[in-house]
């Protein structure tokens, strides 16, 4: 539905007198006054008066103006777009979960913990570790947890350990959480073929970059762990994983796995079988949870039966038939939540889990792998394919066929635009230059995933016969493209 | 698979086309020894019938309440259909992080609407897209008072925090070389002015303060700004029940630098804890040490009127270990139901609510003194909760009200009050409710 006009902020539209909620009247006495005066609330500048006829039509209008899911493939490399099964909702809004109280008696929230401990014995199998918390709130917060365990597990032995290591292929979250878990980031080098270079590696400007060879030689027993994407951010599983897990627990580090992709992996390999002491999974991206426009979502760490006395409290523990929280940790690192995480995410992620079953998640994965490659092979001699290496569920283009006529990245993703589609992941991971990163996950069907090669060829050709046309995409968005550096410059980040 | 487009022929074509012969060829670079050998331990799939009545099942094994006074930084609302179905809309939920902005204009516009209002509630002047709840909101605006006063590194918190934020922030806190937490007590269930001072000195950054705190006192913080800013630290407001702020002036314009909070009062349940909706607002100058997305207004090539994210050199997509935080993904969606009820609210519906709040908790106040069991422990000012003495035992009283079907106050005990309880009512306690609850307790019936 195309909107008459650019929807104004909803402050714009507020005329004094009008409202949008009602109150039943007070069947108690007023409020007596025991405010000091300075600390009573004043007039209100930035809220509107309007109706609900206005709030709602507000909305719409906005709505429109976003691409979701359900308008069809949603490409972005690494996070996962699947399609967000209504079931899901439905169970998440059941009142019996939703009115509940995180503070109430164990025994009043019986259902809620035996949701939440089922949650976690499917995760356990799924990721092949000892145990799993659900209370990360995200997956940054997931990888702060799972990498303070690490942290608690070397100070338990009386060792400071000072880095950790990742590689260059890595999502940004993961330098930004070993800082905030107060270690040094060492970055590893990323081998011609994708996946961590044992050796050293040489630069274009020469420069030669330890490998993790030299690393693990020259830093010993510094090094707390390693914080590895498997597969990584180019598609490509890091098939020495076990070595260097080895390699490392040969110096008492530890391996900690970003499981952002783990769509590749469900029913087909379990980290717990290859070396890994903790990781994380992305309900929002592997378990079908919806994204919201940037979250909520829910970052569930799973570690090793030596890790597991560090874990958040509580832990939610079964004995017969009765649920427990387990407050009583003493080598807990803490919580990391008010309370217990993303109960609703955690409750969509189990309604999924049940609905695919064991079986039906292998199968999504493998759909997920199928529908990535046919993306490559389709788009492989159109699109420059900068690593050949074999890819699981996503894969990684560039620019450079396309750089001679002018066109970049950026003007790909909004050719994408144009024709009907949200572009892929842009300008990562930050090894490929001019990187298109795709991923169209198993929710795909072959015409959707057809359209969208016919998308492609389609700005391909455009960037050989007109490429000016391309640099001046978007044109059938609600806007084109922003300045982005005067918002920067000078950034207005509000209406007054 | 009803959520997987698979049919036998197309999946032929598409593997035809890859050139292999069943999708397990693909799985290639996996190194054999290290696929699984054997199905997983799970069950078998489920039609959604089947899984819909699993998880039904689970639900009514959660007793039900009919009326509840229990909050503690979880309070039960009123939440507005429109708030429901207008956040179900699939443009909304189903939509990633808007760094596409020409199709990600709703998104954007919205959030930029809901740092507007977060900034009239607070009273500063720069807020971001979200954090995950109080607890972590509270903990960033601490990390972001260290960096904002450079070399400090000792924030005090106040005993009067949320016992679950106090907890957060030292798990945060405890990897972090050269930074240091230290309690400020209580006096009369607000902070302990003396104890403060005493405790203030150079290397202070920050110090958090609960307003309304965790014993629902109001704080004054004018008060407590004083000493506070004399020392150089700033100070931080740290809300557990937004809706206060239709009642109590915005910490911002009564000394606050930083207010951080949660939010999850506005248009959303208690769900056991999660998704909540944690915020972080400070001054104009601090903006480049803010965690998290922030959303700004720009214009196109067309010069039309349009949202951004920006100020990204903060965030961990681009500064990687330098970052101002790790977070990436936030709390959009709660941030779209809180930006859609507080729009229905307005101002007259914020204030009315609250005042609404103030009266039932006063009502309940008085009611439950009439009982006998409770006593005050002191005549603070308070919002929509307070704690009271209680002279019986405080198990017996809860489970007499459980099994009335009343979800009691909070046992104060574990938290280090013993032989307290905190009671809360808001819009959604009628008097019929609270008249019942005495009664169930035992009061004389009035």
Known sequence: ?496 | MRYLPLAPSEDRALLDTIGVERAEDLLVGIPEGLRIQSPLRLPAHASEMEVLRTMESLASANRSFHSRFLGAGAYSHFVPAAVDHLSSRQEWFTSYTPYQPEISQGTLQAIFEYQTMICELTGLEVTNASMYDGATAAAEAALMGVRLTRKRGTILVSRGLHPHTLEVLCTLFTPREGLRLVEVGLKEGLTDLEDLKAKLDGEVACVLVGYPNFLGCVEDLRALAGPIHEAGALLVSVTQEALAFGWLEAPGRIGADLAAGEAMSFGNRTGFGGPFLGFLAAKDGAKREMPGRLIGQTRDVDGRTGCVLTLASREQHIRRDKATSNICSNQALVALRANIFLQLAGPEGLRGLAEQNAAKAQYLRDKLLETKHFFPLWETPFFNEFALGCRGDVKALQAACREAGILPGLDLEPYGWPGAMLWCATELNTREDMDRLAQVLGAPPC
């Open chain 1, 1 to 496: 539905m195309l909107n008459r006009e650019r929807e104004p902020l909803i402050f714009e539209r507020s005329v004094p007198g009008k409202v949008g909620m009602d109150l039943p009247p007070l069947d108690v006495p007023e409020a007596r006054d025991t405010r000091p005066e300075h600390l009573r609330r004043g007039p209100f500048q930035a809220l509107p008066s309007v109706s609900e006829v206005e709030v709602i039509r507000h909305f719409t209008r906005l709505s429109h103006d976003n691409y979701g899911v359900d308008d069809g493939i949603y490409p972005l490399g690494s996070c996962t777009m699947k399609h967000n099964p209504r079931l899901n909702e439905r169970v998440a809004s059941l009142p019996s979960f939703a009115e509940s109280h995180p503070l109430s008696d164990p025994l009043d929230v019986q259902g809620n913990l035996a949701a939440l401990f089922t949650l976690q014995e499917w995760l356990k199998e799924i990721t092949g570790l000892a145990a799993v918390t659900l209370q990360p709130s995200a997956g940054a917060s997931g990888e702060l947890t799972g990498v303070m365990l690490i942290r608690a597990h070397h100070v338990a032995l009386g060792a400071s350990r000072r880095v950790i290591l990742i590689p260059d292929s890595g999502h940004g979250t993961n330098p930004a959480t070993a800082a905030m878990a107060g270690y040094e980031v060492v970055e590893l080098p990323s081998a011609p073929d994708g996946t961590i270079s044992f050796e050293d590696v040489v630069d274009h400007a020469g420069r030669t970059h330890p490998g993790l060879l030299s690393l693990v030689q020259d830093l010993g027993s510094e090094i707390a762990g390693a914080m590895i994407t498997n597969p990584n951010t180019l598609g490509v599983f890091e098939h020495r994983i076990q070595e260097i897990a080895d390699l490392l627990h040969g110096t008492g580090a530890l391996l900690y796995m970003d499981g952002a992709n783990m769509n590749a992996l469900v029913g087909v390999a379990r980290p717990g079988d290859f070396g890994v002491d903790v990781m994380h999974l992305n309900l929002h991206k592997t378990f079908s949870t919806p994204h919201g426009g940037g979250g909520p979502g829910a970052g569930p760490v799973a570690c090793t039966a030596q890790l597991a006395p560090f874990l958040p409290r509580p832990l939610v523990t079964r004995e017969g038939e009765r649920y427990h929280l387990d407050w009583d940790r003493p080598q807990s690192i803490g919580k990391v939540h008010g309370f217990f995480g993303n109960f609703g995410i955690a409750l969509r992620a189990l309604t999924y889990c049940l609905s695919h079953g064991g079986d039906g998640l292998r199968a999504a994965t493998l759909r997920a792998i199928v529908n990535a490659n046919y993306l490559r092979k389709r788009l492989e001699g159109t699109y420059h394919l900068p690593i050949p290496s074999p890819t699981l569920h996503e894969v990684v283009f560039n620019d450079a066929n396309l750089l001679p006529a002018g066109i970049h990245t950026l003007d790909v993703a909004k050719g994408l635009i144009d024709r009907g589609f949200h572009p892929p992941t842009i300008y990562f991971p930050l090894i490929i230059p001019g990187a298109l990163m795709i991923e169209p996950t198993e929710s795909e069907s072959k015409a959707e995933l057809d359209a969208f090669v016919a998308a492609m060829e389609d700005i391909a050709r455009e960037a050989k016969n007109d490429p000016e046309a391309l640099h001046q995409a978007p044109v059938r968005a609600s806007l084109r493209r922003m300045d982005e550096t005067t918002a920067a410059r000078k950034p207005v980040l509000r209406w007054i």
